[in-house]
């Protein structure tokens, strides 16, 4: 592990749904109680990437596509001034695994009970259940006000 020990990561989850946005905000909340540092992760995936017939999309596509949205998200949710303390990253891959790996060594790993996709009455989406018993480090799954 080539990190700094003593820093103190805080590693959150965002893919646009509205408990990604609560996971951002608590994030940045308790980064800033311990003096520690926010890394927002992005995933992408392509749908039937991983079937028996390659996708027919250009595949940089989807990451600028996120890398935008994702810069945007982070102004409209934090504001200027806060999204540019975040570091950000897209990384193209499973959700649940990207973010096992990005959140190695880290203080705390923040998401969203449920993403995007997902079925309304679930209390857990499938990524923040699988990183739930996963992760070497805490997990936080922060609940939208709304759900």
């Known amino acids: ?28 909340r308790y980064a800033d109680l311990v003096g520690g540092s926010v890394e927002a992760v992005a995933v992408w995936e392509l749908p039937g990437l991983y079937g028996w017939s390659a996708p027919a999309v250009d595949m940089d596509v989807d990451e600028d596509e996120t890398r935008q949205k994702m810069d945007q998200e982070l102004a409209d949710v934090l504001g200027a001034d806060a999204a540019g303390s975040v570091r950000t990253r897209v990384v193209h891959g499973n959700p649940a695994d990207v973010l096992l790996r990005a959140a190695d060594g880290a203080e705390v790993l923040v998401v969203g009970s449920r993403g995007r996709g997902g079925f309304a009455r679930a209390l857990l989406g499938s990524v ?6 996963h992760a070497r480090c805490p997990v936080v799954i922060v609940r939208s006000g709304q759900e």
């Open 1 to 28: 592990m080539d990190k700094d020990a003593s820093e103190r990561r805080v590693v959150v989850g965002v893919d646009g749904s509205r408990s990604s946005y609560e996971a951002l905000r608590w994030g940045v």
């Open 128 to 133: 923040s259940q699988h990183v739930s018993q």
